[in-house]
């Protein structure tokens, strides 16, 4: 068992949080996050379950906030095919292995972990894209470029060019994500 605490630098006062990550292929997570619309701000619990290829099987979401409480509940076949808890296909998130959830630098290891560059290989990918406290899943582009065992190049490939080199530790979990999060 592993409890990681971040700062999010993206806002001032800067926020903090821990991540619980089990051994066994989950982590659960609450964090306290600020709406970046301006809004109130919300409580933000999940928990995700993976296999031992970073493949993701599960994924459960509560958001608590003055707007009240948005659960939403997700399970993958770690083949990328989605569905709902109460069986519904989500057919767009079709080919989607990994899952990308705002706020947290957790969700980056999946595809670091998952795809096993050499240094200077380069992937695109296709993940599932949730941003809190709205909690709707969409699909999102996204690049890695594996620099060196420390270094990740990550890339929003959805038209805003965002980029942003990741140091992370040796087991993949980022320590500083430049302007966004950093580990303490």
Known sequence: MKTLRWEGLWRAPVSSWEELLLTDGRAESQLRAIDEAGGPSYQLD???Q????WRLLEACFSVESSRGECLLH????GEGHWRTAAGEPLGELDGCLDIDIWPT???NT???RRLKL???ERRELAVVYLEAPRLWPTRMRQGYTRIDASHYRYENLEGTNFQALLTVDDDGLVLDYPTLFRRT
């Not at 997700?74 to 076949?77: F, P, S, Y």
């Open 118 to 120: 050499a240094d200077g």
């Open 46 to 48: 999940y928990r995700l």
């Open 105 to 107: 630098p957790f969700t």
């Open 74 to 77: 997700l399970l993958a076949d």
């Open 110 to 112: 999946f595809p670091i």
């Open 50 to 53: 993976w296999d031992a290829d």
